[in-house]
């Protein structure tokens, strides 16, 4: 097409998980969390839908803004709010990212770092884990962007929050720490943004939340990288139903404690189940687990979902392939390892 | 920042009309619907928000193209679903754009066509309309992508989509027409898009459908930039209660048609009732009214903020300055021109 920019015909784009529409399958393909999300959610959107829709919301969300910032102790202009952490993330590569501007993340990874420099057509390098699971020393180097998922998917392991601070401080761009599943780990890097401006945090409430349905994450970030996101977003980026759903959500920190509890519970038996059928599995601090074999394992996760159970497939060349299996409730689990048994 | 790119420093944003917590204030300066959206966009929302909001929402919004497909008489492959249709004009600047890309828009119009291109850091030209309303010959001569608001906004007066397709074919990019406000208009491009692949047009709920807090906006395009616009934007656009109500707003055109009627009507009034008050006004086709006078207004909107009665000024320059008073209920438009007496 003459009038799109050359880099993007040869553009694939990101292929999300599958969305099958059907309710009868065991979906442990997104790293959805399988249990609803607090009532308290459900009626704040209740109001909101009954109060001025007609109106445009507040374009900075800053009733989320004052209740995030009581949670996690920082002051609210360091939080601002995006239509889910994807968008954050893409714009923080459009904000420092010229067509020359480098973008970097390790591998094996979420495979949306590398798609969003395919989308804006500036460049990309993978550096990969080293075998300790730590990052490499020259990780940020030559990088505008440098995105960590932490914990990191489809591994499930961590790099140490002082570690990454080091990395930051050592950067000449942007250090950013994709904490969506940081809400099942022992540590977070939220509590460290005050100590360099080049380390910037995102979250999402799509997982330990579990709205994925409502589209809502947020960054923390120091000032400086906070005016320049607000004054690149759309003005009215987050609508009024999901700024007063996570805000419900931000504040009802048991009902996530008591999510995240179970969740962790289930994982562990799927990390000590998952071997006798031999399959290799990483200590995860996420809510989901990974899991390797010598063979391949793309004819099991064929056979699994032939009898409804999706689980991801995801193939990383040389950095190895494997299953990501999330956590689903206790009878979904039974149900994959019921199959499993059957493929495997 | 020297981490941000250089454009961004000088960068000040699209600034949006007030939006004061206020309610007792009379707004009338964001051309939001007076009225409230159809009860069965609540009923719809409601039902999403019970309804597995742990899960990711359909990535390509299905429900709403089928029922925007039917509406307008299109096919569903030609809808494409935003967070707003400023997301849809974004991702358009980004699509084609190169950081020495043209973007070009008439003067005097919606001020985000000049922000966009500043915030993505490529060129823009402002292409003033002709005495007689319609637009230039060279209106799209160099630009890799031309917006134009028809209706336009803050004059209300509209090109006829005849000459806007005729300027689509003789352009080598895309020629965007942003019907935000085209459910107030007599004629519109839809019917057109098949006759020029250049030719997009943009749609919103947040004026017509009174849903500016649900952040949901349409595009219809031929296939070959859908296909592109679908592999850019963020996998899961739209969230799941602002597609259910969408698709239910779209759906009942009958409480739309109800909310158009009483608006134009009291559109009407403001028109009638401004001249005698000195102002000269531009025949609207939208939900607002352009309010000039050869003096400066700029004291008489201060004078009405103090009052509690909100407009908007805006001062296009060379091209003049002015009043856009949005369209509320007639309660509203009583008590604006009764400050009005006193203060014009």
Known sequence: MSYFQPHLDALRGYVPGLQPKRTDLVKLNTNECPYPPSPKVI????????????????????????????????????????????????????????????????????????VLPEIHGCRFSERAYRADGDLPDDFCDGAKV???????????????????????????????????????????????????????????????????????????????????????????????????????????????????????????????????LGFRVTPSQSNFVWAQRDEPVKPIYDALAERGVYVRFLDYGPHGQGLRISVGTDAEVHRFFEELRQVA
């Open 43 to 114: 009626e704040a959107i209740e109001r909101a839908a009954r109060n001025r829709l007609n109106r445009y919301p507040d374009p900075h969300a800053r009733e989320f803004s004052q209740a995030a910032s009581e949670t996690f102790g920082v002051d609210p202009e360091w939080v601002v709010a995006f239509n889910g952490s994807d968008e954050a993330l893409m714009l923080l590569v459009r904000a420092c990212c010229g067509s020359e501007g480098l973008v970097t993340a390790p591998t094996p990874t979420y495979l949306l770092y590398r």
């Open 146 to 276: 440098s995105f960590v998922a932490n914990p990191n998917s489809p591994t499930g392991h961590t790099v140490s929050p002082r570690r990454l601070l080091e990395l930051a401080k050592g950067a000449k761009g942007l250090l950013v720490i994709d904490e969506a599943y940081a809400d099942f780990a022992e540590e977070n890097c939220i509590p460290l943004v005050a100590d360099c401006e080049r380390l910037v945090v995102s979250r999402t409430l799509s997982k330990a939340y579990a709205l994925a349905g409502l589209r809502f994450g947020f960054v923390v970030c120091q000032p400086a990288v906070g005016a320049t996101l607000r004054k690149m977003k759309d003005s009215y980026n987050c609508d009024a139903l999901s700024i007063a759903g996570a805000t419900a959500a931000i504040r009802d920190q048991e009902w996530l404690r008591e999510n995240v509890r179970r969740m962790k519970a289930t994982r562990d038996r799927i990390q000590r189940d998952l071997p006798p």
